[in-house]
């Protein structure tokens, strides 16, 4: 018997927050232990932000709904509904939701999404 060349996801790994944000993996570190890629849902809520990082992946952002405010190396870009974005590794970046909306967006990282590589910043 051949192992299957797909992954049917019905369950994303739901990333606990304290922010309010939902963040649904459906492949990646966390849910499929995918280490080249990853894939999130995610909806953030009215005025959320998040500290300041430089990701050690790339990272595209498409927005489905509302608007994401992404400062990117000291430049401010304003993300809204039917646009990407790529960011490539190695920016100094910080996400946010300003606006009165929710944001509902997908996000893609190759490499996958990794807390040791996000490197954060302390706020």
């Known amino acids: ?15 606990p927050t304290t922010d309010g944000k ?10 499929t232990q995918t280490q080249t890629f990853s894939v999130a849902y995610m909806v ?7 500290p300041h990082q ?5 990272e595209v ?14 430049e401010t870009v304003v993300l809204a509904a039917g646009q ?16 009165e909306e929710e944001c509902e967006y997908w996000s893609v990282c190759v490499p996958a999404f990794d807390m040791n590589t996000v490197n954060r910043e302390e706020e």
């Open 54 to 58: 430089t990701p050690e992946f790339d």
């Open 61 to 74: 952002t498409i927005v489905l709904r509302g608007r994401k405010q992404i400062e990117i190396d000291g």
């Open 1 to 15: 018997m051949s192992e299957k060349k797909y992954i049917l996801q019905n369950k994303p790994f739901v990333v």
């Open 84 to 99: 990407t974005l790529l960011i490539k590794g190695g920016a100094r970046i910080r996400y946010s939701n300003p606006f």
């Open 44 to 50: 953030a809520p009215p005025n959320w932000s998040e």
């Open 22 to 31: 939902l963040i649904e993996e459906h492949f990646g570190l966390a849910s």
